[in-house]
């Protein structure tokens, strides 16, 4: 199994861009997750789904977008990007909520310039 | 204000010997605690998680919590070179996980 499969791997973005990070897990799984995490720091939030159609905010919201139109799919959107959002982006998955075993793609390095 | 915190190290042990890893949590209403395993440039991997209602083992690994204090622990019993990475704590309430900041671990041969 691929498991959570996150691209791209790296990208550069000008302030002001737009840009789609995608995540796709194969595993069934009802609940994904995207975090951020700045260096040297735990993992923050940003938008959780419990399943297709359903979505909520997480910690740190602002300044992103997602959808769930299918369980497989949980693509992230950055709108008018900005220095701050200099980051890795990490897609989770889980399937039960009782236990929310969390398990992580590879990560999304982006840097806004 | 739900929080989890960590000390973020380094710390640094000889291989063979014990690695003690501690976290805080905040929210008396946690329910479940999770410790996760991040190589430089990796993504975080689960080696462990427990409820609130006992303590786990699991190989080399032990997870502890006390509930009174608010705190759990992770013990790594005859540490391995291999085991270098930093240790994420995270408390789930509800579906909101909250990560601490990590604890780098450095395990000298």
């Known amino acids: 199994n691929a498991g959570v499969t996150q691209t791209p791997k790296f990208r550069i973005l000008k302030i002001g861009q737009s840009m789609t990070l995608q995540c796709a897990q194969d595993?069934?799984?009802?609940?994904m997750y995207w975090y951020r995490q700045d260096p040297g720091m735990g993992l923050k939030l940003i938008y959780y789904?419990?399943?297709?159609?359903?979505?909520d905010k997480g910690e740190v919201p602002n300044g992103y977008n997602v959808s769930r139109s299918t369980t497989e799919d949980f693509p992230l959107r950055l709108e008018l990007a900005a220095p701050s959002q200099t980051s890795v982006y990490f897609c989770?998955?889980?399937?039960?909520?009782?236990?929310?075993?969390?398990?992580f793609g590879a990560g999304t390095r982006l840097s806004v310039l | 204000q739900k929080e989890v915190e960590q000390n973020s190290g380094p710390l640094s042990v000889p291989e063979g010997a014990i690695a003690s890893l501690n976290c805080t949590y905040s929210?008396?209403?946690?329910?479940?605690f999770f410790w996760y395993r991040q190589y430089s440039g990796k993504s975080p991997e689960l080696i462990m998680f427990i409820y609130s209602n006992g303590d786990k083992e699991d190989g080399r690994f032990t997870a502890q919590l006390n509930k009174a204090s608010q705190y759990v622990s992770l013990l790594i019993r005859d540490s391995q070179p291999s085991d270098s990475a930093t240790y994420l704590c995270?408390?789930?309430?509800?579906?909101?996980?909250?990560f601490g900041a990590g604890t780098r671990l450095t395990v000298k041969p």
């Open positions: 995270a408390v789930d309430l509800n579906n909101d996980m909250r």
């Open positions: 929210d008396r209403g946690s329910q479940s």
């Open positions: 595993m069934n799984h009802n609940y």
């Open positions: 789904s419990v399943g297709a159609g359903i979505t």
């Open positions: 989770a998955s889980s399937y039960r909520r009782t236990e929310n075993i969390q398990y």
